[in-house]
Structures are given as structure tokens and as C-alpha cells.
């Protein structure tokens, strides 16, 4: 506990003092409590388990020139010896992608049980072992985002693929199993739990108010930095310490709609949050996800879906409370983390 002369100003009330709170956001549709006593100053956030300087394995198959190790290929950027992406299999998918007749058997109301159809794919960011994305210029981060979207438009060309996830896992305690820089997209055959919840919570935001929340999102939420389309922030009731949002300030339902300027923009902010992320909390494992529209979204959800990244550091693990209750405890205050990632200075 910090003394009284060392307490953060909160207009007032120390950390001591300062009361918990339950907050509710619309996106995530969940109560979070934040509870800033169990906790230390805001600044005293750090990784215990940075990552590593990434020493190079003696083989590591995602490096250019082992490319005969990896998985099958699905495609390369570019298409040429020198690539700076490639594309491939998950040499160990969650999903398979040999069984879409399966998953065309009809669905009863009853099932609980449908074929484990799906797309599991690895992203390689770059052919240099140590260079991670935060290391790429905007155009190159670009690239890999543009990677996505042009994989995206691929799987979605079968139809019983319902939800696509990007999502990039960095660091071992994040739930990387290799260290070379990638990410990774799987296509599932239903709609994720987590993506029902959140239709549910906006549409109930736009049915009351006539409005996106996440076109709202610089008034809601706790903003960081913005560029010319899109803007960061901390949400109003994030689930996890040190928690960003980056949301497109023009209303946009599916991330794949994103062209190419749009794209460039996105990965300098991209790029400033994961920098301003490793200087102020000690380089910690992180994870981003895009969280987009459903493939088969209807006319009239697309008024209230809105797409985003999350990017959450892994500064804190999850306890049996927050498995038994699906309610999470956070030990700092969003207003105090956007003001803490606004002062980063990176020169």
C-alpha cells in the first residue's frame, strides 16, 4: 500500500480512499469492478516477465530459407524468394479444413455437436527472426494488415464459415509457442459467445439511443491518441489493466472493408500504441485481437456493429472469481491509464 504523501491525485482521493466501482460497457456487455485499493499508483504498473530479447533458435521454420519446415503455404507477400509475409497452415490446427461437407449437415434445435470445420492459418510477420512488429515501419505493419483482410476475403468464401478471428499472440505468457514475430486467423463454423454478447450490448445502446457506441467512442471512452482515422482509447469499463482500444472513427462493420490508406494510418497508431505499451510497463507479453462483424451480419445489425482492436498486456492473471462469475477485477482506473499512455514519451 502506498503511503498518503505517495498516493496518486485522483481529484482528491488517494488510492486509499478512492471507492471501488462496478462499470458496465456496452461493447463487452459485462460488469467490471474496479477496485484501484488492491492495487499500487497507476505508473507502478511492469511486466514481472518481459519478454526476452528474442535470442534466434537454431531452427526456427518460420525464418526465411527454412520455408520447407513450415506447414503448407497459402500465399506469400510478395510472391517472390524475398518475401516479407508469408501465409501458411497451423501445423497444429484447432480446427480442420478437410471436413466442410460435415459441417453442411443441418443444425436442430437440439445440437450441441456439429463436424469441427474450420480454418486455422499463421501469419508470419516478417522474415527476420528479431525484428517484432513494433519494429516495422506504419507501411510495413500496413502490409500485415492488409495480409489479414485479403485472407479474410479468401475464407469467407465458404459458407459455413460464420466468424473470422484475428488475433496475435506475443510472448510465451501470452500463449506464443513460437517467438518468431506472427499472428494468427481461425475461421470458425458458429459465432463466438463473446460476439453474440457483444451485438446483444450495442444493439440495446443503438435500440435506446439511436446511436453506434463505438461511433461515440472519443465522448464514451478515455482517449489516448488518434490519427486521422482512427483514434485510441482506454475504455470506459475496461476489462483488463492498461487495456486499448483502437476504433475507426467513421462507422465500419467488418475490418476486411478497411483499403489501403485507412491501413497505413492504422498500423503508425498501431505501431505507437505497442512502443508507448513496452516502454511504460516494462515490455510485457501482449495480446491484440480485431474484433469484427459476423460474415453473415444482417441489414439491420449493421447500424450498431462497429469493428475494433484490443490490445490487453498480460500484467495479471485470471483467478476463480473471474472464471465463476465472468466478472473481472481491475486494479486501475482507465481515465488513469489514458493519462499515464498519453505521457509516454517515446523520443
Not at 94 to 107: C, D, G, M, V, Y
Not at 158 to 168: L, R
Not at 241 to 252: A, N
Request: glycine share 6%; aromatic share 8%.
Amino acid at each position: 500500500m502506498t503511503s498518503p504523501s505517495h498516493a496518486p491525485d485522483h481529484g482528491g482521493d488517494s488510492v486509499e480512499t478512492r471507492s471501488p466501482e462496478l462499470r458496465k460497457d456496452p461493447v463487452t456487455n459485462r460488469w467490471v469492478i474496479f477496485s484501484p485499493a488492491r492495487a499500487k499508483r497507476p505508473t507502478d504498473f511492469k511486466s514481472k516477465s518481459p519478454q526476452s530479447n528474442n535470442p534466434k533458435p537454431s531452427s526456427c521454420p518460420f525464418c526465411i530459407g527454412r520455408e520447407h519446415e513450415c506447414a503448407p503455404e497459402i500465399f506469400r507477400v510478395p510472391d517472390d524468394p524475398n518475401w516479407k509475409i508469408r501465409v501458411i497452415e497451423n501445423l497444429y490446427p484447432a480446427l480442420s479444413r478437410n471436413l466442410e461437407t460435415q459441417s453442411k449437415q443441418p443444425e436442430t434445435g437440439t445440437s450441441r455437436t456439429i463436424a469441427g470445420f474450420g480454418f486455422h492459418d499463421v501469419v508470419i510477420e516478417s522474415p527476420s527472426h528479431s525484428v517484432q512488429l513494433s519494429d516495422i515501419d506504419p507501411f510495413g505493419i500496413s502490409d500485415v494488415l492488409i495480409t489479414y483482410k485479403k485472407r479474410i476475403e479468401q475464407i469467407a468464401q465458404h459458407d459455413s464459415i460464420s466468424y473470422i478471428q484475428v488475433f496475435k499472440n506475443q510472448g510465451a505468457s501470452a500463449g506464443a509457442s513460437m517467438s518468431h514475430s506472427h499472428s494468427q486467423i481461425m475461421a470458425l463454423p458458429v459465432v463466438p459467445p463473446t460476439v453474440s454478447s457483444r451485438l446483444d450490448g450495442t444493439k440495446a445502446y443503438f435500440d435506446e439511443t439511436g446511436k453506434c457506441c463505438l461511433c461515440e467512442a472519443q465522448s464514451k471512452h478515455f482517449v489516448i491518441d488518434e490519427s486521422c482515422h482512427f483514434v485510441s482509447v482506454a475504455p470506459f469499463a475496461a476489462t483488463f489493466p492498461f487495456e486499448v482500444w483502437i476504433v475507426p472513427k467513421d462507422h465500419s462493420s467488418h475490418f476486411h472493408h478497411l483499403d489501403d490508406a485507412k491501413a497505413v494510418d492504422l498500423g503508425g497508431l498501431l505501431k505507437l500504441m505497442l512502443q508507448k505499451i513496452a516502454k511504460q510497463l516494462n515490455d510485457p507479453p501482449y495480446n491484440y485481437m480485431i474484433h469484427t462483424s459476423p460474415l453473415k451480419v444482417t441489414e439491420s445489425q449493421l447500424p450498431y456493429t462497429h469493428w475494433f482492436l484490443q490490445i490487453v498486456p498480460q500484467l495479471s492473471g485470471v483467478g476463480g472469481f473471474e472464471i465463476g462469475t465472468g466478472c473481472y477485477i481491475n486494479p486501475v482506473f482507465p481515465e488513469d491509464v489514458a493519462k499515464v499512455l498519453r505521457e509516454v514519451s517515446l523520443t
